[in-house]
Structures are given as C-alpha cells and as structure tokens.
C-alpha cells in the first residue's frame, strides 16, 4: 500500500466513522478530515487524524503491512492545557 492510498482510506474510514456516530436528529454538518501527522516505516504507516466538527475527537490508524491489517483507534480529548518550565 502506497502513502496516498493508506491517507486517502483513513480520511474515508474517519469520515465514515464521524457520520455515523452524530446525532441523528440534528442535520448532518459539512466537515473536514485531515491529517495531522502522518508516518511510514517499511511496509507499515501510522497517522493521527481529527475533523473540523467541535466533538474534540482524534484518531489513530495503523496499518500493519506484514499482515494486511488496519487498526483503527478513536480518542476523545478531555483537557489541553499549558506547563510552563522555567529556566
């Protein structure tokens, strides 16, 4: 599997997995799926992914090349504060 083909299937599988977990009774948004940071190592690729919607959602998916699978991980942040060091 090629870069473009392994980002190109997570941003379809995020996207397929947001829509489906939005509240049914409210219309459906228009939102974006990007790329946050994205590795490849041999034959496996890592990404970390989010969306334009305000759920404070994140994703990881993996994908093993030596067995042809696809791990998928949605995360919820719940804080992102700042830790000031001093010199």
């Known amino acids: 599997m090629g870069s473009k083909e392994f980002i ?3 941003k379809e599988k995020v996207r ?3 829509m489906g ?3 049914k009774s409210d219309e ?7 790329v946050v940071w994205y590795s490849k190592t ?15 959602m994140y994703y990881e998916l993996t994908y093993n ?3 042809k699978e696809l791990y998928f991980d ?4 719940f ?7 001093e010199d």
């Open 8 to 10: 190109d299937d997570c």
């Open 16 to 18: 397929s997995y947001a």
């Open 21 to 23: 977990h939005l509240d």
């Open 28 to 34: 459906t948004p228009t939102f974006e799926v990007f």
């Open 42 to 56: 041999l034959q496996n690729h890592k990404a970390l992914l989010s969306t334009s919607l305000p759920d404070g």
């Open 65 to 67: 090349g030596d067995k």
């Open 74 to 77: 949605a995360y919820k942040k």
């Open 79 to 85: 804080e992102n504060k700042c830790i000031k060091y």
